[in-house]
């Protein structure tokens, strides 16, 4: 956004470009930590006016500030801070209001400069009267700046992501003296039985600020978690290097213990949640298995096929526990249990000398639980009616199954080569308990449509629609 605004309202070469970019990327750590709302000005290709290039407002505080102006430009004489520090490159204090007869922000300016030194930009940091009647703000707004115009540039990362009102913010200076540290800190090290961390070095033990002292060394960023006194730590150190030494150390401390908490219950939650899906599976095969006893002893062809069907149901719900109990997730995708459903009733139903032939192609569909065990039940009951009733004085054929996600729906077709549909058969009339089964699931559990019609044999198209928090 920073380069694109640029290129089309300044008169800036691409180096300077590249500089501002640079800064832009930390523009929000560096609103965050100044408790300010951070603004970069630059010349517009009319000298007389300047274009806000980039911007930022604090996740740490709440200030007024003004609405969303990024490439908007605005005439040179309406800020007259940011003006005299292009002009001049001097650091400059004032007030304003953020709006007519509003109240009044303090303001502070800085220049930036290209490599050469030469003055291309204005950084203002506007902050409540209340932030800097607290005596905070200078130190904290030199530290933002100092961040902004660090050489190297800091290079955009999870390091240097934002920050929240919750976070403990620790400065210290370039001998590793804290020269700052907010009320979020100083809770925190209190629990841990420091008291003043202003004046304290980085290399005092009792501070445990180890992570500091490695960035200070290095150079680098250095992120690291710590358990102390039942209390889980993360603390962020971020160097700021000016002409190749470390002139501050910013450091991020969080309190994460709840969150750890939260984290470990979830993690058992989910592992026995994935326990009871397997015991599930079990319990389904285990009744598989007793209907299968069942029907090898029945001597009536009846009863036999309907203990099939019965088994064939069971086994396509097991596989959906089967996914469940693998993965930390209650969700599934359609395709791969469609693939294990399709093997396991050729497996069940099928002679072993008749030569039958597969084709399956699929998107990836991912589904919540309940609604993939309704259309693994539905894709069950369908190839199942292929194979049973597809194939009557048939030695051979084929069975295929598409999968496909659209805009707005799922969609999934099965059909055979078979002998097709029998004249006048209507999918609304007909006495199939399978066919009833899928028309119920597919249009009440799952809001979706069920069309079957002769191609070539018989054609199955399930169509069921795309919820929007699935993402997908």
Not at 135 to 144: F, P, Q, R, V
Not at 171 to 177: N, P, Q, S, V
Request: charged residues 20%; negative net charge.
């Amino acid at each position: 956004m920073v380069s694109e605004i640029c290129r089309k309202i300044t008169v800036l070469n691409a180096d300077q470009i590249a500089v501002l970019e640079q800064a832009g990327s930390v523009l929000g750590l560096a609103s965050d930590l100044a408790y300010a709302q951070v603004t970069v000005y630059t010349w517009a290709r009319d000298a007389n006016y300047l274009v806000i290039v980039a911007q930022a407002k604090p996740n740490t505080c709440l200030i007024r500030y003004k609405p969303n102006l990024l490439g908007a430009t605005v005439p040179a004489v309406e800020e007259p801070l940011v003006w005299r520090t292009l002009t001049s490159g001097e650091s400059i204090s004032g007030e304003r209001e953020w709006a007519l007869g509003a109240d009044v922000l303090d303001m502070r300016t800085f220049p930036l400069r290209d490599d050469a030194g030469k003055i291309i930009a204005a950084v203002s940091f506007e902050s409540s009267a209340e932030e800097t009647a607290a005596g905070t703000t200078s130190a904290l707004i030199e530290t933002a700046y100092l961040l902004l115009t660090a050489t190297p540039t800091p290079v955009a990362s999870d390091g240097y992501r934002p920050l929240s009102a919750r976070d403990g913010i620790i400065i210290a200076d370039e001998r590793g003296r804290i020269i700052f540290a907010n009320a979020a800190a100083g809770s925190i090290y209190k629990v841990l039985g420091v008291g003043r961390l202003i004046g304290r070095r980085i290399y005092d033990r009792l501070v445990n600020l180890r992570v500091a002292q490695q960035a200070a060394a290095t150079g680098q960023l250095r992120e690291t978690e710590l358990e102390i006194s039942n209390m889980v730590i993360v603390q962020r150190a971020i160097p700021i290097i000016h002409g190749g030494e470390v002139v501050r150390i910013i450091v991020i401390v969080a309190d994460v213990t709840e969150l750890k908490k939260k984290e470990k219950e979830l993690l058992i939650k989910s592992a026995v949640i994935q326990e009871i899906h397997h015991r599930v599976k079990n319990n389904l095969q285990t009744i598989a298995s007793l209907l299968r006893l069942q029907a090898r002893r029945t001597p009536s062809a009846a009863v036999k096929a309907a203990l099939r069907e019965s088994v064939n149901r069971i086994l396509s719900i097991s596989v959906v526990h089967e996914f469940l109990s693998q993965q930390d997730t209650e969700v599934i995708d359609i395709a791969e249990v469609t693939k294990n459903i399709l093997d396991l009733v050729i497996q069940n139903m099928l002679e072993p000398d008749f030569n039958i032939q597969t084709v399956f192609n699929a998107q990836q569909v991912v589904l919540a639980s309940e609604q993939a065990t309704s259309l693994a039940l539905v894709i069950n009951e369908l190839i199942q009616n292929a194979l049973e009733h597809g194939f009557v004085g048939r030695r051979e054929g084929l069975i295929g199954v598409d999968i496909a996600a659209r805009d707005d729906s799922y969609q999934i077709e099965i059909y055979d080569n078979g002998i097709g549909l029998p004249p006048g058969f209507n999918v609304q009339t007909t006495g199939s308990l399978g066919l009833q089964i899928v028309r119920t699931l597919v249009e009440t559990d799952l809001g979706g449509t069920f069309q079957l019609f002769s191609n070539n044999g018989t054609h199955a198209r399930i169509t069921i629609p795309r919820m929007r928090e699935e993402g997908l």
